[in-house]
């Protein structure tokens, strides 16, 4: 069935360094991505997202690339700051109409140390 | 904002006991979700809800019903808690998107339950 891999599980950087997590799914007719933050004690939130027909999207700190060859999509923040300390979760789906599921990776928890 | 809220944070149940967490969202979003999340597996989807009285299966329903009575308000019941239930229970909700059912989903804060 569908899969997604997130790699790492854990990332500790120091504040203002640049932090990379990536994720590969293996259903070539995957077409949407997004990533979710999750702080301590709430629910995720969508942080940004990216189509298949786009191969870079970014948003102030954050960016993510697509390589639809490779199957490959990855988040990258840069300037980190204490306060993007989280989890962050990729995920990528299929989607026809109003139709598709959302299959997430497993998870990336991020410290940013002052 | 978009608000949606899990009845109860934590809670605790005896093996056996049937159990319902409840979810409602305040902004009119025809598509609810039901997710568990666990260390290491990531969010995975139990069931979900195009509209009301509507239901489809996701990954993982074995052990779950669902309840969408009211367009507002989706609940996840286990009929028989078991110990493999213990888990963080997401609710999500969305409205459809211009590309598909699944664009911006809104979580609430969640439920961990804890089957003894």
């Known amino acids: 069935g569908e899969n997604v891999e997130q790699h790492p599980s854990t990332l500790s950087v120091q504040e203002g360094d640049s932090a990379v997590i990536k994720c590969t799914y293996s259903?070539?007719?995957?077409?949407?991505f997004p990533w979710y933050k999750q702080e301590l004690g709430k629910g995720p939130q969508l942080i940004i997202d990216i189509r298949s027909n786009v191969g870079e999207k970014k948003d102030q700190r954050i960016a993510v690339t697509l390589n639809k060859t490779a199957k490959h999509f990855s988040l990258h923040i840069t300037e980190t700051q204490p306060e993007d300390s989280a989890v962050y979760f990729c995920?990528?789906?299929?989607?026809?109409?109003?139709?598709?599921?959302?299959?997430f990776g497993q998870g990336t928890t991020l410290q940013v140390k002052p | 904002d978009v608000k949606v809220t899990q009845s109860s944070r934590y809670l605790v149940k005896r093996t056996g006991e049937k159990v319902f967490l409840e979810c409602v969202q305040d902004m009119d979003h025809e598509n609810m979700f039901w997710y568990r999340q666990d260390p290491g597996l990531g969010l995975r989807l139990i069931y979900f809800s195009y509209d009301v009285k509507m239901k489809e299966k996701g990954d993982i329903p074995e052990g779950y019903s669902v309840s969408r009575e009211k367009k507002e308000r989706f609940s996840l019941i286990l009929e028989s808690a078991s110990t493999n239930q213990t888990s963080m229970y997401l609710c999500?909700?969305?409205?459809?998107?211009?590309?598909?059912?699944?664009?911006?989903?809104?979580f609430g804060s969640g439920t961990q339950l804890s089957v003894l």
């Open positions: 259903d070539s007719a995957s077409n949407y």
């Open positions: 999500a909700s969305s409205s459809p998107g211009t590309f598909a059912t699944n664009e911006k989903l809104f």
């Open positions: 995920a990528a789906s299929r989607t026809y109409g109003n139709t598709g599921k959302l299959i």
